[in-house]
């Protein structure tokens, strides 16, 4: 059965940084398109960045592009968010998601609160 389990989240101050991290189990990780969505309150889940299976892709929504950095290690099976100077705007729950051809998984999600 796959599973992804996110933790690190946390209330962190507006310029402040946060470490978000997923592991994964259940299913062939290093062959897995992994990403993170968030999701604020009375919105839509969005897209915040996309990494390919060996590591060496990435996609950034343009609200988090030069703050956010994703990474993978495919020996541990975990994926990484990095949010660096973050803002009242990414205050939301974040989810860890992988594909891997029409197969989709989604962790339970974790709360980001950006507050002074």
């Known amino acids: 059965q796959a599973l992804l389990v996110e933790s690190g989240g946390g209330v962190v101050q507006p310029g402040g940084s946060l470490r978000l991290s997923c592991a994964a189990s259940g299913f062939m990780f290093n062959v897995a398109i992994m990403s993170w969505y968030r999701q604020a309150p009375g919105k839509e889940r969005e897209l915040v960045a996309t990494l390919n299976s060996v590591g060496n892709r990435k996609n950034y929504a343009d609200s988090v592009r030069g703050r956010f950095i994703i990474s993978r290690d495919n020996a541990k099976k975990t994926v990484a968010l990095q949010m660096n100077n973050v803002e009242d705007a990414d205050t939301a729950v974040y989810y860890c998601?992988?594909?891997?051809?029409?197969?989709?998984?989604w962790g339970q999600g974790t709360q980001v609160s950006v507050s002074s």
């Open positions: 998601h992988a594909t891997i051809d029409t197969a989709n998984t």
